[in-house]
C-alpha cells in the first residue's frame, strides 16, 4: 500500500499563471476528495468525486478552479489566473463508498501565489 | 451544514500530564465523528472515529475520546503524554446522509508537549 500521493509537493507562482496539481489516490478506493488548508485552519471541502463522476462542489470552488478524475484513477485540480488568496495547502484524500469509510490524506500541495 | 469549534488554539503541557483538547461541533443532521493528527511535516492521519455503539473510543496510542450528545462535544483525551504526542490535532464531523461523506473540521488545537 504506497497511500495516497500528490504531486507537487510545493509550488511557487506570479498571480495570473495557472497551476495543476495531481492527486493519485489508493489503488482501489473508487472515492477522491479534494480539501484547501489556510494557514491556521482546518481543512476545508472543495469537491468530490465517485469513479470519474464528480458529485459535489463546495460554493469555495469557484469559476476558476476545475477538477478531473479521468477513468475513475487519479485527479487534477487546476487553477486558472491564480490570485495570492490561492495561496494554501491542498490536500486529496481517498476512501471506499463504504460505509463512512476512513478518508486517508496525501501530503498535501503546498501553493504559493506571489 | 455542521460547524465544528475546538475551544483552544494552543495546548501546551508538561510530559507525563493528562491532556484534555476539546471539541464541540453543531449540526442539523446526525453526525460521524473524528479526531485527526497532524505530526509535523507529514499527512493528516486518523486517530479515531465514532460512528456508533458505545460512545467511548479509543485509539491504539493511549487517546480516548467520548460522545456526548446532549453537549454536541466530542473531546479528546490522554491520562499521559509523550513529547512525541507533539502534533497538531483536528475535530471533524459528517453527515449521516448518503453521498459525499465530506469531512468539516475544527480549526485545529496545536498540542505541544514540553519535558
Known amino acids: 500500500d504506497t497511500g495516497v500521493s500528490q504531486d507537487p509537493r510545493h509550488k511557487i507562482t506570479k498571480r495570473g499563471q495557472n497551476v495543476t496539481f495531481r492527486c493519485d489516490p489508493i489503488?482501489?478506493?473508487?472515492?477522491l476528495y479534494w480539501y484547501r488548508q489556510t494557514l491556521g485552519q482546518g481543512p476545508e471541502f472543495l469537491t468530490y468525486?465517485?469513479?470519474?463522476?464528480?458529485?459535489?462542489k463546495s460554493r469555495l470552488l469557484s469559476d476558476r478552479f476545475s477538477a478531473e478524475r479521468p477513468k475513475g484513477s487519479f485527479s487534477t485540480l487546476e487553477i486558472q489566473r491564480t490570485e495570492q488568496g490561492d495561496s494554501a495547502m491542498y490536500l486529496c484524500?481517498?476512501?471506499?463508498?463504504?460505509?463512512?469509510?476512513?478518508?486517508?490524506f496525501g501530503p498535501g500541495t503546498r501553493l504559493l501565489v506571489l | 451544514a455542521q460547524s465544528v469549534t475546538q475551544l483552544d488554539s494552543q495546548v501546551p503541557v508538561f510530559e507525563e500530564a493528562p491532556v484534555e483538547l476539546r471539541c464541540n461541533y453543531s449540526?442539523?443532521?446526525?453526525?460521524?465523528l473524528f479526531w485527526y493528527v497532524q505530526y509535523p511535516n507529514q499527512g493528516l492521519q486518523l486517530l479515531l472515529k465514532?460512528?456508533?455503539?458505545?460512545?467511548l473510543v479509543e485509539s491504539i496510542n493511549g487517546f480516548e475520546a467520548e460522545f456526548n450528545k446532549s453537549q454536541t462535544s466530542f473531546h479528546l483525551r490522554k491520562p499521559s503524554v509523550h513529547i512525541s504526542d507533539t502534533a497538531e490535532y483536528f475535530c471533524?464531523?459528517?453527515?449521516?446522509?448518503?453521498?459525499?461523506?465530506?469531512?468539516?473540521f475544527g480549526q485545529g488545537t496545536r498540542l505541544t508537549i514540553n519535558p
Open positions: 484524500a481517498s476512501s471506499l463508498s463504504l460505509r463512512q469509510e476512513t478518508q486517508y
Open positions: 489503488s482501489e478506493h473508487n472515492r
Open positions: 468525486f465517485q469513479n470519474e463522476a464528480q458529485l459535489e
Open positions: 449540526s442539523s443532521v446526525s453526525v460521524y
Open positions: 465514532y460512528l456508533s455503539g458505545s460512545t
Open positions: 471533524a464531523v459528517s453527515p449521516k446522509i448518503q453521498g459525499a461523506q465530506k469531512l468539516v
